[in-house]
């Protein structure tokens, strides 16, 4: 009888477990010793994962990082571990290893294509192991920021076990979930204004606001945009209109109100904004009188703010919030920030 051995992987967390008996196809749940167990493969789900959204409104759930979990069992042979994976969605590291607590095992790592543009396969030789669990570090997320964010039709995430007769086993470690409506987001512009006071003093408050509907969904009704203003130097502030991209008024709810030493302004939408189209408010706040240095100024701040069971996932296209802190409101910042 040749001998058996039993792996078990998984991605990020994602325990994979596998017991194998080389040339045996037939697979049932995985026996804790690898003694008399048949080959098989049990999932039990990962715990680490990441979503990715497609153009579409696909998701799939995806490891969050490339490596796997390997358990070896008394009498483990070698065997090589593949990995199949989307370069959409993973970067392969440098130097992959093999980490048994404080122990480092370098591995030697062979890349082949899949056939398809994005599809990748890196396949690692392992030594021989002695018996216990292994992570298997090969690689880490590939960045998929605004605009690049969206991926169509991601390749599953698998891993392979073979050995010289062949693979002993394949689990997919991806999957893909229903759509759940098309992704949007919203980028938030702002035009800054002085309100002034004293001998050359001012603090910024944003006059404009826009909001740009990124697509491809929609920017939901009951979004919200929030300005935060220094109540030290503004005793109110107003939203007075919202226009859309044609100049045409836009339905919508403004509110005032304060948070712990700060005004607010805030306007609601009535209705959903279309892929492409842009809102502007305006805005007018009140000064207090004021006349000479102030210790700190709190920076302006303006938010976009979904609601909160919006049915759709939201992009996050890294301007959804703006700011400043170049205000001049004593001698130390007059000199770091006034005009010269």
């Not at 799939?60 to 989307?86: I, K």
Request: some cysteine.
């Amino acid at each position: 009888m040749k001998r058996r051995t039993v792996l078990q992987g998984s991605v990020a967390g994602a325990v994979v477990a596998a017991t194998f008996v080389a040339g045996s196809n037939q697979a049932h749940a995985a026996a804790p010793t690898g003694v008399d167990a048949r080959t098989g493969v049990t999932p039990t789900g990962p715990d680490a994962v990441r979503v990715v959204n497609g153009p579409a409104g696909q998701i799939a759930r995806v490891p969050a990082d490339l490596g796997a979990e390997l358990t070896v069992g008394p009498g483990g042979a070698r065997s090589r571990v593949a990995l199949m994976y989307d370069d959409r969605l993973y970067t392969m590291a440098s130097r992959p290893v093999l980490v048994r607590g404080r122990q480092l095992i370098p591995l030697a790592a062979r890349s082949v294509g899949r056939g398809t543009v994005h599809g990748r396969m890196v396949e690692f030789e392992l030594p021989d192991l002695a018996p216990g669990t292994y992570a298997l570090h090969a690689g880490g997320p590939t960045p998929t920021r605004f605009p690049l964010d969206l991926v169509a039709d991601p390749l599953p995430t698998e891993v392979k076990v073979s050995d010289s007769t062949g693979v002993l086993t394949a689990q997919v470690l991806s999957e893909r979930s229903s759509p759940q409506g098309l992704p949007w987001g919203a980028q938030v512009g702002t035009g800054w204004h002085q309100a002034t006071w004293g001998d050359g003093y001012y603090a910024w408050y944003p006059s404009l606001v826009t909001i740009r509907s990124v697509g491809p969904g929609v920017v939901p009704a009951e979004s919200r945009v929030r300005l935060t203003l220094d109540q030290r130097i503004f005793e109110a502030a107003q939203i007075m209109s919202a226009r859309g991209s044609g100049g045409e008024r836009i339905g919508g709810v403004a509110r005032r109100g304060t948070i712990a030493d700060r005004v607010t302004a805030t306007w609601t939408l009535h209705a959903a904004v279309a892929a492409g189209r842009r809102i502007t408010l305006t805005c007018v706040p009140r000064l207090h009188a004021l006349r000479g240095p102030l210790e700190y100024v709190e920076p302006p701040l303006v938010e976009f703010l979904p609601p909160k069971h919006a049915s759709a996932p939201q992009r996050a296209t890294g301007e959804e919030t703006q700011t400043r802190a170049d205000d001049v409101y004593s001698a130390a910042t007059r000199a770091l920030f006034a005009p010269s």
